[in-house]
C-alpha cells in the first residue's frame, strides 16, 4: 500500500514536471523541471530494486541538465528573468496526435493481457550480476555501444568545433604556441 | 530582549564592512583596512556582504550617487559613516558600532525603508544609477533582437513604448557575434566603481558576452571639487628620504596586495597587507624587510601562481606602454619586481633614495586601459587592470570623466 | 502498485515529450521533448524488467536506452551547435532551409 | 544499547555530527586566519558562531527579477547534499543506509552540486553571480571525470560498490597506500565540488563574491554551511574510501573515523591556504589532457593488480 502512495506522487511529480517543462516561462525552469522528472524516475526505478540503474539516471540526467540549461540560454538569448514565451508551431495537431498516441499505448498498457512473472529477483546483487552479464555472455552489446560512443564523441566535436589545428598552429603548423582566443593552462 | 541585545553584541564583533575609496584617500582606505583587522572585521565584497557602508574621502556627485545606490542595497541592519582623515578611523569605528546595536533604530530604518526588491550590484553600482530614466542617451541604446522574430533591431531608448517585453522593468539582452562565430548574448556590465581591489573611482562599462569583455569604456569618478586626499602614498611638503622609502614601500606592497587577492591568494594577500600596514603605522623598515623578502621568495616559488597568470599581460599594442610603462610585462613578473622593490627600500640605508617609477595617469590614457582589456575575460581584465597600479589619485582634481 | 499503473505513467510522460517534440521551434526545446520520451521509454523497459522478467539480461535494454539518449544529446548539441555558428539559427523551421 | 537501537539512533546523531564537524572545520579556519592577522587565534576560532549570529540577524534581500524558486533551492541544496551524502558514510559501525551502490549514490549526490551552484547563480540575476555559476560548471566538468575514476578505483580493489564492504576490504592495507594517484585526486575534487580553496573562483572577490554577491542573512548562511558542509563529508568519504575507515589500534572504530576525517579536514583547510587560485579556463586543459590520463592509469594499474591476485 505504502508503495503506491509513493509511487504515485513519485507519477504525479514526473508527470507535472513533465508537462511544466513546455508550460513554464523560463529557460532555466523549463531545463531543471525536466531533471526533476528524472529524478522522479530514477527513484521509481529504485523502487523495482534497480538501484545502480536508477542513481545512475539521477547522476547522468542531473549533470546533463545542468550542461542543457547553459545551451539553452545560450542559443535562446534570455536574460535571468522570467520572460513570457511562446515558441510553438502546429500546436493543436501536436496536441491530438500526443492524446491520440497517450489513449493507444494506456490502453494497450491496461487491456493486453500480460504473462505473469517468470523468474525472479535473487539474493545476488544486481549489480554484480549486470557487470557479468556486461562482460560475459552479452559482450556483444558492450563492443557495439562503446564504439557508437566513441564515435559520438568524435563526431559531435568535429561538428562543434569550428577551429582546426591550422587555425590554431598557424598554415604551416609553425606557430610555438597555439592561437586561441582563450589561452589553456598546457598551451596544447 | 535581552537575548536581541547580546545577539546584537556578538554580530557586530565580526562586522562586514564595504569600503569605498574615494580617490585620493588611499592612505585613508589603509588605516581602515589595518584598524578592520585589528578588530576582526572583514571586508565586504559586496553591498549584500556589508553591515556598514564606509566611505573614505568626500565623494565627487557622481560617486557619491553610486554610495547612495550602494547604501540601498545593503540588507540591514545597517550603519553608514564617511572618515576623511586617517585620525578619525578609531571614532568612527565605535559609533558605527553603537548605530549597529541600536535595535530601536535598526527598526526603524526597517520599516521606513522601501521593500521593493533591490537592483543586482552587478548592474547597478553604475555612474548614474538613474541614467536609464534620465536621458535616453545614445550611450545606452540597446539594440534588441527578439527570439521569435527574425532580427528585429530597434533602439532601446527609454521613450520607446513599454510594452515590449521587460520583466522587472530590465531590457533583454541583445545579441552579437562573439570570437567563436556564435551569435551570444551581450550584457552591460559596469566594473566599478565600487569592487574589492579595484583602483579608486575607475568605472569600466563592460559589454559582456559570457565573462569576456566585448567593448569597454573607461570612465572616473573623481572626489568633490576643492577637497584633495593624500593620495596612496601620502604628499607632504617636506619627504626625508626615509619617508620617501616609506611610502614607496607602502605603496608597492599595496599594489602586491592587489594582485595576490585577485589571483585567489588570499593568505598571501594578508601577509602583504600585514606589511603594509605595519610600514604605515611606523614600524621600522629594517625590521619588515625580512618579512618582505620572505614573502617575496614565496611568492616567486609558487608554480602555481606562475601558471595561474601567465600571459596574463597589459599589452594591446602597449596601450601599457603609453599609460606610462616602459615595456609590456605580465602580470606576474611585475608582482615580483614590486616585492624584491619594496625589500630593497626596505633594507636600503643610502642617503638618497629614488622611488620606484608608477605611471603617471592622465585623464587621457584613462581611455588606453579599455584597449587593454577588451577581448579578456573579467579574471584576467582585473588581473591586468590591478598590475597597474593605478595611483588614480592624481586624477582626483579633474573632475568626473565619461566615457 | 501493478505493471499497468507503471505502464500508463510512462506512456504519459512519453506522450507529453511527443507533444513537446512535435510542437516546439526551438532546437534545444526539441530535444528536451525526446529526452521526455526517453523518460517514459526508460520507465517501462524499468517495470517490463520488475513485473515480467526480472534477470540481470534484461537490464542491458536499460543500459542500452541511457547510451541511446547520450548519444541524441551529443549530437542535438553538435547540431545545434553548428546550425547557430553557420545560419545563426535555433529554430528547426529555418534549419529546413538547407541552401547556405 | 544494542547495534541495532544505536544504529537509530545514528539517524538523529548523524546531522548533528556533521554539523559539529564541519563547525570544527570552519573555527579552524577562522583561528588560522586570525593568526595571520596578527590576532590571537582562539578568538579566530570563535569566529564562524558569530557568523552565525550575525547572518542570523541579518535581512534577507532580493534583487530586481530574481528566480526566487530557483534561487532559493540552489541556496538551500548544498546542505541537503551534503546531509544526502552522509546517508552512505559508515561511522564506525554505524551507517544509515548501506546501499548496495553507495558509492554511485555519493557521486550522484556530488553532481546534483553542479545544478545548486549554477542554480544559485542564475537566480539572483545579477551578471557577477551568473559569472560565478558559470565558472563552477567550467570547473565541474574538468574535475567530474577523475573524481568518477578517483572513486571506481577503490571499487574495483573492493569489488564492490557498496560502502561498508570498501572499508572492509582494506582491513589488511588501506587502498591510500597502493592508490595514491586516486586518493589525491579525490582529495582534489572534494575541494573542487565544495568551491573551496583554490577551486573557489566561482565566489572569488574580482567577481564581487560570485554567486556570494547578492544573498545576504540566513541564504548566505546556509550556502557557506553547505560548503563547509561538503568538505567535512567529502573528507569522511575520503577516510573511508581510502584510510582504512575505522579500522585503528585498541580505540573504538567510531574514534578512528572521527579522527581521521578530521585530520583530513584539518589537512583540507591548511593546505588550501598555501595555493592560490586555479582558474576554470586554465584548468579544463590539464585536468583533461593530463589529469585524466593519469587517473586512468591508475585505474588499469589497479585493475591489473586485482586481477593479477585473483
New interface residues.
Given amino acids: 500500500m505504502l508503495?503506491?502512495i509513493i509511487?504515485s506522487a513519485l507519477?504525479i511529480v514526473?508527470?507535472v514536471s513533465?508537462?511544466a517543462?513546455?508550460r513554464v516561462d523560463?529557460m532555466?525552469?523549463?531545463?531543471?523541471a525536466?531533471?526533476v522528472?528524472?529524478v522522479a524516475?530514477g527513484v521509481?526505478?529504485l523502487?523495482?530494486?534497480?538501484?545502480?540503474?536508477g542513481?545512475?539516471?539521477?547522476?547522468?540526467m542531473?549533470?546533463?541538465?545542468?550542461?542543457?540549461?547553459?545551451?539553452?540560454?545560450?542559443?535562446?538569448?534570455?536574460?535571468?528573468?522570467?520572460?513570457?514565451?511562446?515558441?510553438?508551431?502546429?500546436?493543436r495537431?501536436?496536441?491530438i496526435?500526443?492524446?491520440g498516441?497517450?489513449l493507444l499505448?494506456?490502453g494497450g498498457?491496461?487491456l493486453v493481457p500480460?504473462?505473469a512473472?517468470?523468474?525472479?529477483?535473487g539474493t545476488e546483487?544486481?549489480?554484480?550480476?549486470?557487470g557479468?552479464?556486461?562482460m560475459g555472455?552479452?559482450m556483444l552489446?558492450m563492443l557495439t555501444?562503446s564504439p557508437?560512443?566513441f564515435a559520438?564523441?568524435v563526431?559531435?566535436?568535429v561538428?562543434?568545433n569550428?577551429r582546426g589545428r591550422y587555425d590554431r598552429w598557424g598554415d604551416n603548423l609553425q606557430r610555438a604556441t597555439p592561437d586561441d582566443?582563450?589561452?589553456?593552462?598546457?598551451g596544447? | 530582549m535581552g537575548l536581541r541585545e547580546s545577539a546584537a553584541r556578538r554580530a557586530v564583533q565580526v562586522t562586514h564592512v564595504l569600503v569605498v575609496e574615494v580617490p585620493g584617500w588611499g592612505l585613508t582606505r589603509m588605516r581602515v583596512e589595518s584598524e578592520l583587522a585589528r578588530r576582526g572585521w572583514t571586508l565586504a565584497t559586496s553591498p549584500a556582504d556589508a553591515d556598514v557602508l564606509l566611505v573614505c574621502g568626500s565623494p565627487g556627485q557622481q560617486l557619491d550617487a553610486a554610495c547612495s545606490q550602494l547604501w540601498s542595497q545593503l540588507p540591514g541592519p545597517r550603519a553608514r559613516a564617511s572618515v576623511v582623515s586617517a585620525d578619525d578611523v578609531v571614532p568612527t569605528f565605535t559609533r558605527l558600532t553603537a548605530e549597529l546595536l541600536d535595535e530601536a533604530a535598526q527598526q526603524l530604518d526597517a520599516n521606513t525603508r522601501s521593500r521593493e526588491p533591490v537592483s543586482a550590484s552587478g548592474d547597478s553600482v553604475m555612474a548614474q544609477p538613474v541614467a536609464h530614466s534620465e536621458h535616453g542617451s545614445d550611450e545606452h541604446a540597446m539594440p534588441m533582437d527578439m527570439p521569435t522574430h527574425e532580427s528585429m533591431d530597434m533602439d532601446m531608448d527609454m521613450d520607446m513604448d513599454m510594452d515590449m517585453p521587460m520583466p522587472g522593468g530590465i531590457p533583454l539582452a541583445s545579441g552579437g557575434p562573439d570570437r567563436d562565430g556564435l551569435e551570444m548574448d551581450v550584457l552591460h556590465v559596469p566594473l566599478g566603481p565600487v569592487l574589492p581591489n579595484w583602483p579608486a573611482g575607475l568605472v569600466v562599462r563592460c559589454a559582456l558576452q559570457g565573462d569576456v569583455i566585448v567593448h569597454a569604456e573607461v570612465g572616473f569618478m573623481s572626489a568633490a571639487a576643492g577637497s584633495l586626499g593624500v593620495g596612496l602614498a601620502g604628499a607632504g611638503s617636506f619627504r626625508s628620504v626615509e619617508d620617501e622609502r616609506r611610502r614607496a614601500v607602502i605603496r608597492l606592497s599595496d599594489a602586491a596586495v592587489n594582485v595576490l587577492a585577485l589571483s585567489g591568494w588570499s593568505s598571501a594577500a594578508g601577509r602583504a597587507r600585514r606589511i603594509r600596514d605595519d610600514v604605515a603605522s611606523g614600524t621600522a623598515l629594517i625590521d619588515v624587510a625580512t618579512r618582505i623578502e620572505s614573502l617575496a621568495a614565496r611568492v616567486k616559488r609558487s608554480l602555481l601562481l606562475r601558471w595561474g597568470l601567465k600571459g596574463i599581460v597589459a599589452d594591446a599594442a602597449s596601450g601599457a606602454q603609453r599609460i606610462g610603462y616602459g615595456e609590456a610585462q605580465s602580470a606576474h613578473a611585475r608582482l615580483v619586481e614590486w616585492l624584491d622593490e619594496a625589500g630593497r627600500s626596505a633594507r636600503d640605508t643610502a642617503h638618497s633614495y629614488d622611488p620606484p617609477d608608477f605611471p603617471e595617469l592622465e585623464p587621457k590614457s584613462l581611455q588606453l586601459i579599455a584597449g587593454l582589456v577588451t577581448g579578456t575575460d573579467v579574471a584576467s581584465a582585473r588581473l591586468i587592470i590591478a598590475s597597474l597600479a593605478l595611483d588614480t589619485s592624481l586624477l582626483a582634481a579633474s573632475g568626473d570623466v565619461h566615457s | 502498485m501493478t505493471l499497468q499503473l507503471v505502464l500508463v505513467v510512462a506512456a504519459a510522460l512519453f506522450c507529453v515529450g511527443l507533444y513537446g517534440a512535435l510542437s516546439q521551434q526551438v532546437i534545444v526545446m526539441v530535444m528536451m521533448g525526446l529526452e521526455l520520451m526517453l523518460n517514459g521509454v526508460i520507465l517501462a523497459v524499468g517495470a517490463f524488467w520488475w513485473f515480467l522478467a526480472p534477470n540481470p539480461d534484461g537490464l542491458l535494454l536499460l543500459l542500452v536506452v541511457i547510451a541511446a539518449m547520450t548519444v541524441e544529446m551529443a549530437m542535438g548539441f553538435a547540431i545545434a551547435t553548428l546550425l547557430h555558428r553557420s545560419k545563426e539559427t535555433d529554430m528547426t523551421d529555418m534549419a529546413t532551409e538547407l541552401s547556405g | 544499547m544494542t547495534g541495532e537501537g544505536m544504529n537509530q539512533a545514528w539517524v538523529l546523531l548523524a546531522p548533528v555530527l556533521l554539523g559539529a564537524i564541519a563547525l570544527a572545520g570552519a573555527a579552524l579556519n577562522g583561528a588560522l586566519a586570525a593568526r595571520a592577522e596578527g590576532r590571537p587565534a582562539l578568538s579566530g576560532s570563535a569566529r564562524p558562531m558569530l557568523e552565525v549570529v550575525r547572518l542570523m540577524r541579518q535581512r534577507r534581500r532580493v534583487t530586481v527579477a530574481a528566480d526566487r524558486l530557483l534561487w532559493r533551492i540552489g541556496g538551500m541544496a548544498l546542505l541537503v547534499i551534503a546531509l544526502l551524502k552522509t546517508a552512505v558514510i559508515p561511522f564506525g559501525p554505524w551507517i544509515l543506509a548501506d546501499i548496495p551502490v553507495g558509492l554511485v549514490w555519493f557521486n550522484a549526490m556530488d553532481v546534483m552540486v553542479w545544478a545548486a551552484i549554477w542554480l544559485m547563480g542564475w537566480g539572483a540575476n545579477s551578471a557577477h553571480a551568473l559569472a560565478g555559476g558559470y565558472r563552477f560548471l567550467a570547473q565541474a566538468a574538468s574535475y567530474e571525470l577523475p573524481l568518477m575514476f578517483a572513486l571506481v578505483t577503490p571499487a574495483v580493489a573492493a569489488q564492490s560498490l557498496r560502502v561498508s564492504e570498501i572499508v572492509d576490504a582494506q582491513q589488511s592495507l588501506w587502498f591510500v597506500v597502493w592508490m595514491p594517484v586516486a586518493f589525491l585526486v579525490f582529495c582534489a575534487s572534494v575541494l573542487a565540488f565544495s568551491a573551496w580553496g583554490p577551486f573557489a573562483t566561482a565566489a572569488s572577490g574580482d567577481i564581487a563574491g560570485g554567486i556570494l554577491t547578492e544573498v545576504s542573512g540566513v541564504d548566505r548562511l546556509l550556502i557557506l554551511a553547505g560548503r563547509y558542509a561538503l568538505l567535512a563529508t567529502g573528507a569522511a568519504f575520503a577516510v573511508a574510501l581510502f584510510l582504512g575507515g575505522g579500522a585503528g589500534p585498541l580505540l573504538p572504530e567510531w574514534f578512528w573515523t572521527l579522527v581521521k576525517t578530521l585530520a583530513v579536514l584539518a589537512v583540507f583547510i591548511v593546505v588550501s591556504r598555501r595555493f592560490s587560485g586555479v582558474r576554470p579556463d586554465r584548468l579544463a586543459e590539464v585536468a583533461w589532457v593530463i589529469g585524466l590520463p593519469i587517473m586512468l592509469l591508475q585505474t588499469l594499474v589497479v585493475s591489473i593488480i586485482v586481477a593479477v591476485r585473483g
Avoid at chain 1, 47 to 53: A, E, K, Q, S, V
Avoid at chain 1, 125 to 130: H, N
Fill in positions: 508503495s503506491i509511487f507519477a514526473a508527470v513533465g508537462i517543462v513546455f523560463s532555466a525552469r523549463a531545463t531543471y525536466l531533471a522528472s528524472f524516475v521509481m526505478l523502487m523495482f530494486d534497480l538501484d545502480y540503474i542513481v545512475i539516471t539521477i547522476l547522468m542531473v549533470m546533463e541538465m545542468a550542461i542543457m540549461a547553459i545551451y539553452m540560454i545560450m542559443f535562446m538569448g534570455m536574460n535571468p528573468a522570467l520572460m513570457p514565451m511562446s515558441m510553438v508551431h502546429n500546436n495537431w501536436s496536441a496526435l500526443a492524446t498516441t497517450f499505448l494506456a498498457a491496461v500480460w504473462p512473472r517468470s523468474g525472479s529477483v546483487d544486481l549489480t554484480m550480476a549486470l557479468e552479464a556486461l555472455s552479452k552489446v555501444v557508437i560512443l559520438t564523441i563526431a559531435a566535436l561538428l562543434a569550428p582566443p582563450q589561452q589553456g593552462g598546457l596544447k
